[in-house]
């Protein structure tokens, strides 16, 4: 078997190895056959320096055996591996190359030892690029007299791992863009003046680098930092040592960890002092007299307050907020739904989730006018369930149902109204008690109380039930149904038997 | 006599630092190549340095000023501490904030604030720096503005549109906690802030049928912090409020901040702090919660007394449990199941879903996702490895536990 052996530069750079690659895969030659070599780098068993470029003109020379093609995934793989430092990241890439062809779907199997290097390599990369990102420091330059316009020139020195340079520096440009700054590294340089982003392979030395600003970020570094939890494990995981020497911060570190357990010390024995004075001049105005509030509230504001007070059931523990009822403080017509849904509760309004709006809608429909009504529930707080990150709509029971119905009471006693309107099961049952099925009485209407205190009732489907029957026909029949049983609200009262 | 600029950053951000979230993400992608000015947001956040208590430093995180009317007993700013108390001007927070920033010291600004005179009083200057910082100075990097309860909707507006995220802590785990701890706080108007602004959240995420997008409002969303082991509160307690708070608000995270020992501590504080491990195990059940597709419930049914097991991780305490859905066959079973498995997270498990379509996948491939063998082994079964009567041993845990440390003597 020939052997050829291919000279690469120590670089990210791609291109060159692609096309050896691909003049290399389109001769078959299989990578055992290949020796990756990386100019300038390795030296051959007699201490000669390698070969010259002969690999590639006997590779041009080879017979052509077929036209070969990665996927754009492959591709993208390769590319971003090839930044990394080890020596060996080429053959590893050419034997990706040639298994790829026989095995289409090899890219997906990442137990393949192979794509498993591949991948802690693309992964290593990546964290150097993080790291790069993060600690870079840069410090301020002063700006020559001359150039004088105004832009603030910044210096900064990084050692990366992996030949990350290119890579990154549109993360800086794109950050860092009204100042003209330069990161140095021993892999070449970048640098930017607002217009140009430029890039150097040549190694740069370490420079002098201070201005002075590192004492603000010590002292805020250092007040940052809680005594009580001293977990520096978890802070060398995150920050490697090899990074601590360009960071002036971490050299407060060992005077950090060795006074923290004096100061937890010091804050547990520390006596009890007595309260700064501003402290009792805050308290003593706090100390209002204890709100009166009337067994029976005179007006419906102070009724929505013992309302948004209300613990008689749980429901209040896992709800928003009670929401109270809406609309006009005299109606003629009071709508009675079943309870708040997730949107009223987030919002602690009535009717304004997806059932509320279908209510309106059909109140437009039918011509009622919204203004003259007043809007509220059987249940003043919500009741759901929770499924993952969701809240489904649950429900009220009869214990929740009686627990409010002192609300709902003295909603009709303030408001007086002539025509209640109940909306589904839960509001039937809560004005009208049990025994009463939604499916005998929906649609018809009848009087409770006399002389005085008659009042007519009126029994419709809650909305949230048209909700779920969807479009269909019996969705749209339901739906006109609701809309003619509202009609009747339009001309109350009148000899229509409502 | 005025303390310097350098004092006073020392007082604020010692007052700041109880705050756990120090997050930079979640707010997309964005940079100023084309407006101009400085700072871009990547989407996943950038610590820029990490102190020795094992926490990174992603956000310069600062109160205005430490001066509160609030006696909240946990907080080393109330107003009964004798902390001592200093305030920033919003000039000096917004520059304080570029410097760093141009620097490469920071993401961004995580601000907060006692309340000082009233609610809208103290919103109103917390705005004023985002609002700077944007308008005035192009600013484009990542801003967290804590929201003060009961400011104005105005207020509340104008900070959502500056703000990448916006943070209000409910403190205390259950109402009773709150009540007892934190008087002047109410749950219920927490809650209802939390409410309205999940409300403008999802508002800001919409976009119209010309495909126009909202006005926005906090792109990052919303979080909150719990403090874990000042209250009665057990882990169970902890999490069940938790489950609430994700559902209910949409947050992006809840943060549980083991309390911590504060100079000059109230008297209402339990002697001693929670061990940081419990703080560890409710992060873990978040995380599964939210990535693993655990209820908080099951987490916490096998546990007599509601917390969660200090030597064990969440995960492997409930696969030790719940046996009897084990072993877990790694080439067929469901994508659900898999996450389940004690050692295998959420990555390996796409891998594994991946490969299993074209080849196998053996007991020894795991390795090579960096799987612990050894934990997995007795939960899976492949070709080549069944565990056998391993699952059903009753010293399983005890492969697991850590090995018993002698105690010190002193």
Redesign the interface.
């Known amino acids: 078997m020939t052997r050829y052996v291919l000279m690469v530069e120590d670089s990210a750079a791609f291109e060159p190895w692609r096309e050896m690659a691909r003049a290399a895969l389109q001769c078959a030659i299989p990578p055992e056959a290949i020796d990756w070599r990386i100019r300038g780098g390795e030296t051959d068993l007699f201490g000669q320096l390698a070969d010259t470029d002969d690999g590639m003109e006997a590779l041009t020379a080879a017979p052509f055996a077929k036209t070969v093609t990665l996927r754009a995934s492959c591709i993208a793989l390769l590319r971003d591996m090839l930044c990394h430092s080890d020596p060996g990241r080429f053959a590893l890439a050419y034997r990706i190359a040639w298994r790829v062809q026989g095995n289409p779907h090899l890219l997906d199997v990442a137990t393949d030892a192979d794509i498993a290097k591949a991948r802690i390599m693309v992964r290593q990369n990546r964290q150097d690029c993080h790291k790069m990102m993060a600690f870079v420091r840069f410090r301020e330059q002063p700006v020559q007299s001359d150039e004088g316009e105004g832009r603030r020139r910044f210096l900064a020195w990084f050692e990366p791992q992996h030949h990350i340079l290119e890579r990154i520096a549109p993360f800086f440009s794109k950050r860092f863009t009204d100042m003209d700054w330069m990161i140095l590294t021993p892999r070449g340089s970048i640098c930017w003046n607002g217009k140009d982003l430029a890039y150097s392979a040549e190694a740069c030395e370490q420079p002098e680098l201070d201005d002075g600003f590192g004492d603000l970020w010590n002292t805020y570094y250092a007040s940052t930092f809680n005594p009580a939890r001293v977990r520096t494990k978890a802070m060398r995981r995150e920050m490697p040592g090899r990074y601590w020497k360009d960071l002036p911060e971490t050299r407060l570190i060992p005077q950090l960890v060795s006074g923290a357990e004096a100061r937890v010390r010091a804050m547990a024995e520390q006596e009890l002092q007595p309260a700064p004075a501003f402290h009792e001049r805050l308290r003593s105005r706090e100390e209002r007299p204890v709100e009166f509030l009337p067994d029976l509230p005179e007006s419906l504001d102070g009724l929505a307050a013992r309302i948004r007070t209300c613990t008689s059931c749980p429901l209040h523990c896992s709800a928003t907020q009670a929401v109270v009822g809406e609309g006009l403080a005299n109606a003629r017509i009071m709508v009675v739904g079943e309870q708040p849904g997730d949107q009223e509760d987030l919002a602690g309004r009535p009717f304004v989730g997806p059932a509320g709006q279908l209510l309106h809608e059909a109140l437009g429909e039918a011509g009622v006018d919204r203004s003259a009504l007043y809007l509220t529930n059987a249940v003043k707080h919500f009741r759901f369930r929770l499924q993952g990150r969701r809240r489904i709509h649950q429900n009220p029971h009869a214990e929740h149902v009686t627990a409010c119905r002192p609300w709902l009471e003295q909603e009709i006693a303030l408001i007086r109204p002539k025509l209640i309107v109940s909306l589904g099961a839960t509001a039937l049952r809560a004005l009208d008690g049990p025994g009463m099925a939604m499916s005998d009485v929906r649609g018809t209407s009848w009087t409770v109380g006399t002389g005085e205190n008659a009042v007519r009732r009126l029994a419709l489907a809650h909305p949230s039930w048209l909700l779920r029957l969807g479009e269909g026909a019996q969705g749209e029949g339901e739906r006109q149904r609701f809309v003619e049983g509202l009609a009747r609200l339009r001309n109350f009262p009148d000899q229509s038997g409502l | 006599m005025k303390k310097s ?2 004092q006073r ?3 604020l ?2 007052a ?3 705050d756990a979230s120090c997050a930079s993400s979640g707010s997309g992608r964005r ?3 084309k407006s ?5 947001t ?1 989407g996943n956040g ?12 992603s956000l ?2 600062i109160l205005l000023t430490n001066f509160c ?1 609030y ?1 909240c007993a946990y907080c080393i700013n109330r ?4 902390v001592e108390r200093a305030r920033f001007t919003p000039e000096e927070v917004v520059w ?1 904030t570029l ?2 920033y ?4 920071i993401e961004g600004l995580f601000l907060s604030s006692g309340i000082i005179r009233s609610s809208d009083h103290t919103m109103e200057q917390l705005v004023q720096v985002a609002r700077d910082l944007r308008l005035k100075h ?1 600013f484009r990097g990542y801003i967290h503005l804590k929201t003060i309860p009961d400011a104005s909707p105005r207020l509340l507006e104008e900070a959502g549109r500056y703000a990448d995220r916006l943070s209000i802590n409910v403190e205390m785990p259950t ?1 009773a906690g709150l009540e007892q701890y934190a008087p ?1 706080k109410k749950a ?1 108007g927490i ?2 802030a ?3 602004m ?2 403008k959240i999802d508002a800001g995420k919409d976009r119209s049928h010309t495909g126009r997008r909202a006005e926005r409002f906090s792109p990052g969303g919303q979080s909150t912090q719990m403090i874990v082991g000042a209250d009665a509160a057990s882990d169970q307690d902890i999490l069940a409020s938790s ?2 708070l ?5 947050l992006r995270r809840v943060y549980y901040s ?1 309390f ?6 109230s ?1 209402l504080l339990p ?1 001693k ?1 929670p061990p ?1 491990q419990r703080e560890h195990r409710l992060y873990q059940a978040d995380w599964l919660f939210r990535f693993y ?1 655990f ?1 908080f419930g099951e987490l916490t049914a096998g546990r007599a007394d509601g917390m969660l097991d200090l030597e064990l991780d969440p995960k492997l305490a409930w696969a030790l449990d719940n046996r009897a859905l084990f072993p877990v066959d790694l080439n067929r079973a469901s994508k659900e199941m898999l996450l389940r498995v004690p050692g295998l997270g959420v990555k390996a498990v796409a ?2 879903l ?2 299993r ?3 196998a ?2 007991l020894e ?2 390795a ?2 960096n799987v612990s063998i050894r934990k997995v082994r007795p939960f899976v079964q492949t070709p080549g490895w069944s565990p056998a009567r391993l699952t059903d041993r009753h010293d399983l845990r005890s492969l697991f536990s850590p090995a018993p440390q002698q105690m010190s003597l002193l």
Do not use: W
Not at chain 2, 79 to 82: A, D, K
């Open positions: 600029l350098s950053l020392a007082i951000s010692d700041a630092k109880y940079d100023s190549a101009g000015g400085i700072g871009s990547t950038i610590c820029h340095a990490y102190t020795p208590d094992g926490r990174c430093v310069l995180k009317v006696d107003s009964s501490s004798n304080l410097e760093f141009r620097r490469n010291c192009g109402v002047q219920s809650r209802q939390m409410g309205e999940r409300l489950a609430n994700y559902g209910s608000y949409g083991a911590s020992p504060i100079p000059d501590a008297a002697a702090s940081l597709g209820a891998a594994i991946r490969a379509r074209h080849q996948v053996r491939d795991l090579r996702l």
